[in-house]
């Protein structure tokens, strides 16, 4: 079996790789973000919109569609990244701090005239809290 290569896009951080080798190995990672690039996110037969999100139907199940795995049917897709897909948790953000009444530029930002935090607010900080927005 001879090699080639090819450039192909990160699908987790759309950097251009260039010059991957074909057939792409299972361990193959970016070198900018350090993603698996043998997923099913990175192949031409993915498609979102499916419910098993694989185009080939002779493909078996992969659960995680963002790590490493051993699909015979892999090919991959050179530009797989969807900036749409990356704002996503952007969206979920915006959507939460809206429906607690902020702005994101302001999102747990203390107001200056702060007021004992009411139980509400306790709540809304700990959320921050468990989902990283210290």
């Given amino acids: 079996m001879s090699s080639r290569s090819i450039d192909i896009q ?3 951080c759309g950097v251009t790789l260039a010059g991957v080798l074909l057939p792409l190995s ?3 990672e970016c070198s900018s973000c ?3 690039l043998h997923t099913c996110r990175a192949c031409k037969f993915y498609s979102a919109t499916l419910t098993s999100t694989c185009n080939e139907d002779r493909a078996d199940f992969v659960l995680e569609k963002e790590k490493a795995n051993f699909c015979d049917f892999f ?3 050179p530009s797989p990244f969807n900036e749409l897909g990356k704002t996503k948790q952007e969206d979920a953000r915006a959507k939460l ?3 607690f009444g ?3 530029e302001n999102a747990g930002e203390p107001s200056p005239t702060a007021k004992p935090l ?3 607010d306790k709540a809304l900080a700990e959320l921050k809290r468990l989902f990283g927005d210290d």
């Fill in 97 to 99: 701090a809206e429906l």
């Fill in 34 to 36: 350090n993603s698996d």
């Fill in 75 to 77: 090919t991959p897709n």
């Fill in 10 to 12: 990160c699908w987790h």
């Fill in 102 to 104: 902020e702005t994101e």
């Fill in 26 to 28: 299972r361990f193959e």
């Fill in 118 to 120: 009411s139980e509400a």
